[in-house]
């Protein structure tokens, strides 16, 4: 199976915002049962003509699905070039709250106050866990962070997915598919802010040390440090780019 069969061409879109219309396509596969792991993607010429976006905006998307860990790229013309399906995001419950929140437009602030209450709870239970959990997911996306050569968007989106990974770590299936299902409420809110943001780079480093910040207090067993470094780095962003900030 393909991306074709997954819907139909999508109309001409925003550069700024074509990258998304190629993620938000891919990702839609996924969670319609369209597209499965194993999966091959068309290359970056159909996928270019199919969804009326540039090759540019296509080669972004795929970067970020790839540090997302869904898909899996290759370089080359041969059968095992492009891109293939390696994973898949959150089932029902996620797609549910997905749906609510582009429907919705459930209010930024109580997306923050959600996002505090969970992700306390989740980094509070990774710190305690016992054996320890495996974040090498976390630390990917990390590294992929550190690419100064990211569009704020792309940073964002790539941010988001840190938070869900967490989630994921931890193991608390209902939490992992609430913080999916809110992820497109949390970039939305976090991209919208971008305009607010007076200096973008030191923003960006900020964010980086904080969530590294996290990650060290989860690895030292320090659960209190873990939810206040949570605390602060998300109550910090929402601050920040808040018109009563």
Known sequence: MTIEQAGTAEASVAPARAWRAVLEHVERGLLDGDLAPGDRLPGERALSTDLGVGRSSVREALRVLEAMGLVRTAAGSG???????????????????????????????????????????????????????????????????????????EFLAL??????????ASGNQVITATMAGLRSGIEGYALDGLDRIADWPATRDRLRGEHRGVVAAIRQADAPLARTRIHDHISGYYAEISLDG
């Open 79 to 153: 059968p095992n070039a492009g891109a293939i399906i390696i994973s898949t995001p959150g089932g029902a419950m996620s797609a549910l709250m997905r749906l609510q929140v582009a429907a919705r437009g459930f209010p930024v602030a109580d997306i923050v106050r959600t996002r505090l209450t969970l992700e306390a709870s989740v980094v509070g239970d990774l710190a305690d866990a016992s054996p320890p959990r495996d974040l090498g997911d976390a630390d990917r996306l990390l590294d992929a962070m550190d690419d100064d050569a990211l569009a704020p968007a």
């Open 159 to 168: 941010d988001a997915q840190f938070h869900l990974a967490l989630a994921e």
